[in-house]
């Protein structure tokens, strides 16, 4: 067992630095979300630790069928043939979200709300183009995404404080989700079918997946597993209300066991740890630099990826890939909502140099 190295004194990039993807391949796949550029600007990263990958943007609805009927594979199949050509996986992401849908798809030629029918027929083209299109290439889909809510309920069109709202759900109520699913499985029956959402470790919106997909299970919906996006702290909140305060390694884990419990095979997929507090308010000059992100915190990142990784290890016979929402510190969605909030939630900082979350992860 490697002693960690100390924070703040990461090695510098060794000539053949051990693989994450290699050290876990008794486990389970090691993955990254990639935007057009990483094999590019993140290929030896990319190629030294990662054997799969989920395309960030590429594949949302958004990016491949921005006009009805105008289907634009261009970026995504660049990026299939790059992972291809370097023997990695790629999961699908995702079929079907509330964001990132062009508005074209919602409303009828008035402009008015699209019919129940109208949506359906959409539906069903979208996923049958998609799918056919990457039958083969792509191994896993996340189906659909995020339909479920903190207090666990369905994700609706209805207004609700910080929840973004669910033409999906407005328009057809939860009949989407089963009929996203079967449209899946029967252009691709080899594909493996994810429901994904963020925050399962919250006990409601645990249970509400669990009480969605056991019914889907039951009326003979081809679900195959579920994605937790894991999108973590360095802690849980210190407030006793806010979701955040659930984060915690136990709730995971109660999680990975009601979903296995329904003999589904789980995934974490989009994995990162930001060196923020969840619920807690920070004031512009408290946003973290690379200074700032000193030696304390990231020994408090090492130690929380290191415990996660021990669970899924742990479980690692139900959990058969986990994927990183990004390659390096350089290039983060979290560092994208305010453009002074830097944050530092990946293996790698940004020079590309593993840090003391990677010795952690990798020590065992
Ligand atoms: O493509 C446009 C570009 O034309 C335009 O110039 C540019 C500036 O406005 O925006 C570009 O679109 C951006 C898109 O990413 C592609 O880069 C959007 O503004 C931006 O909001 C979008 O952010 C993505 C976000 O989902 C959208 O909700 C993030 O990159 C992506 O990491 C993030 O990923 C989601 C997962 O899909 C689902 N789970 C949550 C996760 C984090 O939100």
């Known amino acids: 067992m490697p002693p960690p190295v100390a924070a703040g004194m990461e090695q510098p990039p060794a000539l053949e630095m051990a693989s994450l993807a290699e050290k876990y391949r008794p486990y389970f796949a090691v993955g990254a979300a990639v935007d057009p550029q990483a094999f590019d600007t993140h290929g030896k990263l990319l190629k030294t630790h990662f054997n799969s990958i989920t395309t960030e943007n590429a594949m949302k609805f958004e990016s491949l069928q921005p006009t009805e009927g105008q289907f634009d594979f261009g970026r995504a199949d660049a990026m299939v043939s790059s992972a291809k050509a370097q023997n990695m996986k790629v999961r699908g992401h995702a079929l079907v979200w509330h964001r990132q849908t062009p508005d074209w798809v919602f409303v009828d030629a008035e402009g008015k709300p699209a019919s129940k029918q109208l949506l359906r027929g959409r539906l069903e083209s979208h996923i049958s183009q998609v799918v056919e299109h990457f039958k083969g290439s792509v191994y896993a889909w996340d189906v659909v995404n995020e339909a479920i809510v903190n ?214």
């Open 151 to 364: 207090d666990g309920t369905y994700r609706s069109d209805q207004e609700k404080e910080d929840i973004d709202k669910s033409r999906w759900h407005g328009i057809m109520g939860k009949s989407y989700i089963a009929a996203a699913f079967r449209l899946a499985h029967a252009i691709d029956p080899q594909a493996k079918l994810f429901y994904n959402d963020y925050y399962n470790y919250i006990p409601e919106k645990r249970q509400a997946i669990y009480r969605m997909l056991k019914s889907l299970l039951a009326d003979g919906v081809p679900v195959h597993g579920v994605g937790l996006q894991a999108h973590l702290s360095i802690h849980s909140s210190p407030e006793p209300t806010h979701h955040g305060h659930f984060q915690t390694m136990g709730n995971l884990e109660s999680a990975i066991e009601l979903y296995v419990s329904l003999g589904l095979e789980v995934q974490v997929t989009e994995l990162d740890v930001s060196v923020y507090l969840p619920g807690v308010k920070y004031a512009p000059e408290q946003y973290f630099t690379t200074e700032s992100f000193g030696a304390k915190l990231r020994e408090e990142q090492a130690k929380r990826y290191g415990e996660l990784f021990a669970l899924l290890r742990k479980h690692h016979r139900a959990i058969t890939g986990v994927t990183f929402w990004g390659i390096a510190d350089d290039n983060t969605w979290l560092s994208e909502f305010d453009s002074k909030r830097t944050d530092f939630p990946l293996l790698f900082d940004k020079q590309h140099r593993p840090k003391a979350a990677f010795q952690a992860v990798m020590g065992f």
